[in-house]
């Protein structure tokens, strides 16, 4: 259940991911997803897979400030571990952008 999510960063994270990647969820559950994500990645900041995920999570609720603020924080960090940024960064990026009317950022 819940008490058990919150006292393991990875199933928060796992349980966001797999909500915020549901296609034609509900509100709620995109609502959900953010916070299991947001409490995942307050538990461990050093993961980047909690960090996309949030990021992700931020866009499906709905709030595509937050999202390009955790994507362009994360995307460095990407790219100083693994040499490049992970592609869905650059997705949240563009759609953030564009939901934010910048489309010459998007």
């Not at 909500?19 to 995109?30: D, N």
């Not at 992970?86 to 010459?104: F, I, M, N, T």
Request: overall charge neutral; charged content about 25%; aromatic content about 6%.
């Amino acid at each position: 259940g819940l008490a058990q999510l919150t006292e393991d960063p990875a199933g928060l994270e796992a349980a966001a991911w797999e909500a915020a990647t549901k296609p034609g969820g509900t509100a709620e559950e995109y609502r959900l997803a953010r916070v299991w994500a947001a409490a995942a990645d307050k538990a461990r900041p050093d993961s980047l897979d909690n960090r996309a995920t949030l990021a992700l999570a931020e866009l499906r609720a709905g709030d595509p400030a937050a999202a390009v603020r955790t994507a362009a924080r994360a995307v460095p960090l990407f790219r100083h571990t693994y040499g490049a940024p992970w592609p869905l960064l650059h997705g949240v990026l563009a759609v953030g952008h564009h939901r934010l009317g910048r489309p010459a950022e998007a």
